[in-house]
């Protein structure tokens, strides 16, 4: 499967700090790219979604995208104690094809 | 609301007995996938129905098989379980065309005694 990686932490943030998560991924023709939240015994649920090279925001949520680099991040500022979950980041190729990395778990202490 | 609905939440079978997981949408999306994730790892896509056209990912098991019957249902067998197959089993579903999000159901909580 195509590689997506990630840092698999885990990444311990004091509350209100900012949590920096990153990916990169091998498939040079992945047009669109996600991030998921996963709670301990739970399926995945959509925080972001980015399409375009440069930043995204959507509230306390801002994701990055380089395509020369291959590269996207998340940035969670104002991190707060419900946030603490597994990160995944997914790309998405030019067919059907979803691939997952391995997620960073992230820990917000209060 | 629409939404995948998987059940049962939690399965558990024998050593080598055949299993069935199922999965429903109301979403009509024409994209299913099954993906098993084990614990502490990504999620492994192990294949995707586009309308009736199957897709298999090439290093999944033959092992593994999956239906669709119908735009709403579709079905993960495991003909012969190993221990190696507890996982969770995640249903998902997308419209197709680039930029397409993912939905997923619940899981499936699989259990190999």
């Known amino acids: 499967q195509k590689e997506v990686e990630q840092n698999s932490g885990p990444l311990s943030v004091p509350e209100g700090a900012i949590a920096s998560l990153n990916c990169t991924y091998s498939d040079r023709v992945s047009q669109s790219f996600f991030w998921y939240r996963q709670y301990s015994g739970k399926s995945p649920e959509l925080i972001m979604s980015?399409?375009?090279?440069g930043d995204k925001e959507d509230g306390r949520f801002t994701a990055q995208l380089n395509k020369a680099s291959q590269y996207v991040s998340l940035l969670i500022r104002d991190s707060q104690p419900s946030d603490s979950a597994t990160y995944l980041c997914?790309?998405?190729?030019?067919?059907?094809?979803?691939?997952f990395g391995t997620g960073t778990s992230l820990t917000v202490i209060p | 609301d629409a939404m995948v609905i998987q059940n049962p939440r939690y399965q558990v079978t024998q050593f080598g007995k055949p299993v069935t997981l199922s999965c429903s949408q109301t979403?009509?999306?024409?994209?299913m996938y099954w993906y098993q994730q084990k614990s502490s790892q990504a999620p492994k896509l192990l294949f995707h129905?586009?309308?009736?056209?199957?897709?298999n990912e090439a290093d999944t098991p033959d092992n593994f098989q999956s239906r669709r019957p119908n735009t709403s249902f579709c079905f993960l067998d495991i003909r012969s379980p190993g221990l190696g197959d507890a996982a969770m089993y995640l249903c998902?579903?997308?419209?197709?065309?680039?930029?397409?999000?993912?939905?997923f159901g619940s899981g499936t909580q699989l259990s190999v005694l």
């Open positions: 980015i399409y375009s090279n």
């Open positions: 979403l009509n999306h024409n994209v």
């Open positions: 129905y586009y309308d009736k056209d199957f897709n």
């Open positions: 998902a579903t997308s419209s197709h065309g680039t930029g397409e999000k993912l939905f």
């Open positions: 997914a790309v998405n190729n030019t067919g059907n094809q979803f691939y």
